[in-house]
């Protein structure tokens, strides 16, 4: 970390937003004045201008039962509504909400009139089927138009949604639809993925199996898209088409108002165990929050801006910044169906064209991949819509940054580096074009309303120019209201650590530079972060010991020139396996069942089949060893371990 640290501290370039870009700018310096003033009377008012409550909050905050948040408790919304209803009230009915690209090269237009009808005949259907508010609804689609209309269908009737990230396996998909109880499970027979049709309703099929272990199902219907055309086996009286039932339904449906704390949706997370946390978000806090930055950390002018954000629904991002904010705000915004690299390279960039986008959203992993490419690919295209730039997921080395600025972004628009995570529900640092002078590699500032610091071990501000531990001080609207079936998992997680201050440990390092700005420098805990992906070392090595050659497994996420981490295994064979069968073709073999087992996101880079694993007299396995080696550095202090003789045989296995 003191070479990166050491990189970090010789950047020295500045950029100041420019005259022309701070005049029409939507973030002003005062919002941090205001906040800064009143921070409860800043979000109260944010939310009053930014959403329509239909009955209006008195209360802002309750942080009586710490760490269990109410924010507008006594307020009413309905979340599909502010989305939807109300941009067509106010006339903006023909206004395109949804510019939709096919990975083919099929391509909707979706106004916001065309998608609230939509939305209303599917949350029809939804009550047709017995859903009713806090029921649970599985999504599993792929980025098409209904799968923004499922949501905020689901949201519509005060229902909860659970959105599966469709590279996600099977039995992936199971624990979630188990963990989350979900009735209803909405579907596509499948969606395009790199030129050929990815299946998505086998998978579910096989989610949904009798698996013989007398566990109830609680899914009673599963609701199919057909987009791919593939064959697909059908389950008569659970099964339903959607062309069948949404388009027969009735577009007349009022949406209902629900209190601010009505939960919204489930998203899972890797943690630093084994098994996925259902991150839980409510309504009111979560949309203000949203709104609020989506305007104005991108500088969101909604009736000429054309914004993209790349990321899938099946992630946080996808949630906030594709569908809730971007429509709570009004926005036009591209779906992008693919990835960037089919049916060439310069997919995205094509796409920009086509559209005009002006606000671009991606991760740092895809603009090191583009960097590879080269920039003759982007500069066959003209990118001149382009006026805001931001950045997710990652911490942007600032060679990468820079070549975003100056590739993508014709050396003019502001760059946003985003700081956030599941947990926080929207942006938490970030500069605010307009108004910040910019830094290559650094996220830089809390957000007006957010409180944050970097502590040491102890709870002490590090002060300026050094690194420790980012926490967030204060409750935030969208802050996550818990983990889905598990408060003590909650309070454990995040509160334990700095109970006594009552901090939100958000599990990243930082460090502030003699401004006090802040440097992301990655997890300090067993969470890796793949291509902006979260996963956690022991997800993955409870896959690899389910397989049966493997005896013990320990996984470390290695840096990697495009990925920012990759998955590095390290296995022990069974001596019973390895006699009847041999080590050959297992490395192989063991990245494809992770693959299998999780998806494909999950596939180590790497599988080294070892002797021994570096573990302490209390048996914990030293990651931090392994980490020496798969990055292929002199490995650290072994004096803790039982056997000092171990690394050096792992070395000499590996090398
Ligand atoms: C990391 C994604 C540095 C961080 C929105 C965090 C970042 C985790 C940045 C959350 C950034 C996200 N700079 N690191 N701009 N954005 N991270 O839940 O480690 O998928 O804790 O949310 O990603 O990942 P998650």
């Known amino acids: 970390m003191s070479s990166q640290i050491d990189h970090l501290l010789n950047e020295t370039r500045r950029f100041a937003p420019s005259e022309e870009f701070a005049a029409s700018a939507v973030a002003t310096a005062e919002l941090y004045e205001q906040a800064e003033a009143d921070r409860e009377g800043f979000w109260a008012e944010q939310s009053r201008t930014l959403l329509h409550w239909e009955k209006p909050f008195t209360e802002v905050l309750d942080w009586s039962t710490p760490p269990f948040a109410k924010w507008f408790a006594d307020g009413e919304l309905n979340v599909a509504y502010n989305c939807l209803d109300r941009h067509v009230e106010a006339g903006n009915g023909d206004r395109v909400a949804l510019l939709w690209e096919g990975e083919p090269g099929d391509s909707r237009r979706v106004t916001y009139a065309e998608l609230t009808e939509e939305v209303k005949r599917l949350a029809n259907v939804l009550t047709g089927l017995g859903i009713e508010a806090g029921d649970r609804v599985a999504v599993y689609l792929p980025m098409i138009p209904e799968a923004i209309a499922s949501m905020l269908a689901v949201a519509r009737i005060g229902a909860i949604h659970s959105v599966v990230f469709g590279g996600f396996s099977a039995d992936s998909l199971r624990s979630r639809i188990d963990d989350a109880g979900a009735k209803l499970v909405i579907t596509a027979d499948g969606g395009y993925r790199k030129g050929k049709v990815s299946p998505l309703k086998p998978a579910v099929d096989q989610a949904l199996a009798d698996r013989g272990d007398g566990e109830q199902l ?327 010991v389910a397989h049966e050659a493997t005896a013990e497994a320990a996984v470390v996420g290695a840096s990697d020139e495009t990925t920012g981490q990759a998955v590095v295994a390290f296995v022990i064979l069974k001596e019973s396996y390895l006699k009847l069968h041999g080590p050959d073709g297992l490395a192989q073999q063991l990245r494809a069942w992770v693959s299998e087992q999780i998806g494909p996101i999950a596939r180590p880079r790497d599988v080294y089949i070892v002797g021994e694993l570096p573990k302490t007299r209390s048996g914990k396995i030293m990651r931090r060893l392994l980490r020496d080696v798969a990055e292929g550095r002199e490995v650290g202090d072994t004096t803790t371990l039982a056997d000092t003789a171990v690394m050096s045989v792992i070395s000499a296995q590996v090398r």
């Open 218 to 544: 609680t899914v009673e219907h599963v609701l199919v898209v057909r987009r791919g055309e593939n064959e697909v086996a059908w389950t008569e009286g659970r099964d339903l088409w959607w062309h069948d039932v949404v388009p027969a339904a009735s577009a007349e449906h009022t949406a209902q108002a629900f209190p601010a704390e009505n939960p919204l949706f489930i998203l899972y997370t890797s943690g630093t165990t084994g098994k996925p946390k259902g991150i839980l978000h409510t309504s009111g806090g979560y949309l203000t929050q949203a709104a609020f930055t989506h305007r104005n950390v991108f500088d969101l002018h909604p009736e000429s801006d054309v914004y993209w954000c790349t990321a899938d629904i099946g992630w946080i991002t996808g949630h906030t910044y594709v569908a809730y904010a971007p429509l709570a705000n009004g926005a036009t915004q591209v779906l992008y169906e693919g990835t960037p690299e089919f049916p060439q390279p310069g997919r995205w960039w094509e796409v920009i064209e086509k559209y005009g986008v002006t606000i671009f959203y991606t991760a740092p992993t895809a603009i090191r991949g583009f960097m590879k490419q080269g920039r003759q690919i982007p500069q066959r295209r003209d990118l001149s819509s382009l006026r805001v730039l931001g950045s997710v997921g990652e911490p942007i080395n600032p060679e990468a940054w820079i070549w975003y600025r100056e590739i993508i972004g014709a050396g003019r628009t502001p760059i946003v580096d985003t700081w956030w995570q599941t947990e926080t529900g929207a942006i938490m640092v970030s500069a605010l074009p307009g108004v910040t002078e910019t830094k290559p590699g650094s996220a830089q500032v809390a957000l007006p309303g957010i409180s944050l610091d970097v502590v040491d071990e102890k709870a002490r501000h590090v002060g300026h120019g050094n690194g420790g531990l980012l926490v967030v001080t204060e409750p935030w609207p969208s802050m996550l209201r818990g983990i889905w079936g598990d408060p003590e998992r909650y309070r454990e997680t995040y509160w334990d650590r700095f109970a006594d201050q009552g901090h939100y440990f958000a599990g990243d390092g930082a460090r502030l530079d003699e401004d006090g700005d802040i440097w992301l420098l990655g997890r300090v805990d067993d969470v890796m972060n793949i291509s902006g992906h979260r996963l956690s070392t022991a997800e993955i090595e409870s896959a690899l």
